[in-house]
């Protein structure tokens, strides 16, 4: 029974780039969420989609985008990439968006910005 | 603005011993919690849930979880050196959003 998995696992770009990061739900699992974690301290939600709709967004500028697909994957897009946006960005899944379930997280893209 | 605390740590606990790992929050909406371990450099994984006031537990982990007092703790018991990680505490807000703790960094001594 695969687990989230994300795309790809290490990435490293320059100041400026873009990026776009991917992630497939546990099967079953509608609700697609993703978190940036810098060294050193928890995740911070960026953004939660269910059912290819936007159910929450964090306090992140802009820059940040996302998207989910008909089969429930979802990618996370980032633009005019800073040094600051260094981090693992993780994808979390879960069946439904409004009960109180728990989170499932993929392996986490490690980027890496210079 | 919705905040979990967590004592950074490191927490140093003898094998064997109990860990003791506590989190308060500062959202009354929220309705359930969550304790993730996470190893340097892997993502979270589940520990436990908590949804309803009192005590839960599964094997070597007891959750428990005062709603009043808006605190949520993880204990370890029969602790091993496996259980160094860094455990993050999490609530589900009202928004059903997961909000989380930096972390405890909790190392098992030998």
């Known amino acids: 029974d695969a687990g989230v998995t994300q795309s790809p696992t290490h990435l490293i770009k320059t100041r400026g780039q873009h990026v776009t990061l991917r992630c497939s739900p546990i099967?079953?699992?509608?609700?697609v969420s993703w978190y940036q974690q810098v060294l050193g301290q928890g995740p911070q939600f960026i953004f939660q989609?269910?059912?290819?709709?936007?159910?929450g967004r964090g306090n992140f500028p802009d820059r940040f985008s996302a998207r989910q697909f008909p089969n429930y994957s979802s990618e996370l897009n980032v633009n005019a990439l800073l040094l600051g946006d260094s981090a693992l960005y993780l994808c979390?899944?879960?069946?439904?968006?409004?009960?109180?379930?728990?989170?499932?997280f993929g392996q986490g893209t490690r980027l890496t910005v210079v | 603005q919705k905040e979990v605390e967590q004592n950074s740590g490191p927490l140093s606990v003898p094998e064997g011993a109990i860990a003791s790992l506590n989190c308060t929050y500062s959202?009354?909406?929220?309705?359930?919690f969550f304790w993730y371990r996470q190893y340097s450099g892997k993502s979270p994984e589940l520990i436990m849930s908590?949804?309803s006031n009192g005590d839960k537990e599964d094997g070597r982990f007891t959750a428990q979880l005062n709603k009043a007092s808006q605190y949520v703790s993880l204990l370890i018991r029969d602790s091993q050196p496996s259980d160094s990680a860094t455990y993050l505490c999490?609530?589900?807000?009202?928004?059903?959003?997961?909000?989380w703790g930096a972390g405890t960094k909790l190392i098992i001594k030998p």
């Open positions: 979390a899944s879960s069946p439904t968006d409004t009960m109180p379930t728990e989170a499932f």
């Open positions: 999490a609530e589900r807000d009202s928004n059903y959003q997961l909000i």
């Open positions: 959202d009354r909406g929220s309705q359930s």
């Open positions: 099967s079953g699992h509608k609700s």
């Open positions: 908590i949804y």
């Open positions: 989609y269910y059912e290819k709709e936007e159910r």
